[in-house]
């Protein structure tokens, strides 16, 4: 079984920059794609940015060209890079890992955006 623990959330400035971690731990094998997922206040939980264990990558359409998932199997960890963000990316952001026929989440790191 798979644990992840996500870590970096804080506060920052509109325009500022912030760097998420997912650690993960257990029995790491038939991962097959490893995701940043958030959701806002009264919203749906959304897909942020996703790497699969090719290491083909996909973003939402918000984030495309501000955020970078990146991944060192060394430490076992993906981030999620944040640039230029804005109030809007205020959110709890959770790590995810699809294992075999399973999802994974961590338990969420809040990113608050705001002057």
């Known amino acids: 079984q798979v644990q992840l623990v996500e870590s970096g959330g804080g506060l920052v400035q509109p325009g500022g920059s912030l760097r998420l971690s997912c650690v993960a731990s257990?029995?790491?094998?038939?991962?097959?794609?490893m995701a940043w997922y958030r959701q806002a206040p009264g919203n749906e939980r959304e897909m942020v940015a996703i790497m699969t264990s090719a290491g083909s990558i996909s973003y939402g359409d918000s984030v495309k060209g501000r955020f970078t998932i990146s991944r060192d199997d060394a430490k076992n960890t993906v981030y999620l890079g944040m640039n230029s963000l804005k109030f809007e990316d205020t959110a709890v952001y959770y790590c995810?890992?699809?294992?075999?026929?399973?999802?994974?989440w961590g338990q969420g790191t809040l990113v608050t955006v705001s002057s």
């Open positions: 995810n890992y699809a294992v075999g026929h399973l999802e994974v």
């Open positions: 257990g029995r790491m094998f038939s991962i097959n794609a």
